[in-house]
C-alpha cells in the first residue's frame, strides 16, 4: 500500500525552525522525485521545494530560498524539509508529494496527508 507519512510539523515561534520528515511506503522511492507543497488557509496549494530523484538538484519557491532546505535519504526512504526563521506567513499545512513520469501520458502521482505548521507569538 501506497503511503507518505508527514511528520514533526507544529506550533513555533517566529524566527524558530522545524524539521519535517515524510517517510514514504509501498513504492521505489529513489526512483520518485519528491517535494512539499504548503496550503494556507482559503488559499491554493503551492510548491515549497522540490528534489530530484537521486538528490542531485533542487528548486524552491522565491519566498522560501535561504531559510528552507530541501534534502532526502534514499536509504531511509525519506524526504526532509529544514525550516530556519519562520515567518507567521508560513503558517500552512505542508504535503509531501511523490511524482514520477513514466512516458508523455502517464504520471504517477501520491500526496501525504499533511501536518500543520502554525507560526506564531
Known amino acids: 500500500q501506497v503511503q507518505l507519512v508527514e511528520s514533526g510539523g507544529g506550533l513555533v515561534q517566529p524566527g524558530g525552525s522545524l524539521r519535517l520528515s515524510c517517510a514514504a511506503f509501498?513504492?521505489?522511492?529513489?526512483?520518485?522525485?519528491m517535494s512539499w507543497y504548503l496550503q494556507a488557509p482559503g488559499k491554493e496549494r503551492e510548491l515549497v521545494a522540490g528534489?530530484?530523484?537521486?538528490?542531485?538538484?533542487?528548486i524552491y519557491v522565491d519566498s522560501m530560498k535561504g531559510r528552507f532546505t530541501i534534502s532526502r535519504d534514499n536509504a531511509k526512504n525519506t524526504v526532509y524539509l529544514q525550516m530556519n526563521s519562520l515567518k507567521p506567513e508560513d503558517t500552512a499545512v505542508y504535503y509531501c508529494?511523490?511524482?514520477?513520469?513514466?512516458?508523455?501520458?502517464?504520471?504517477?502521482?501520491?500526496w501525504g496527508q499533511g501536518t500543520q505548521v502554525t507560526v506564531s507569538s
Open positions: 508529494n511523490a511524482d514520477r513520469r513514466y512516458s508523455d501520458f502517464q504520471v504517477s502521482v501520491y
Open positions: 509501498g513504492f521505489t522511492f529513489s526512483t520518485y522525485r
Open positions: 528534489i530530484t530523484s537521486a538528490g542531485g538538484s533542487t
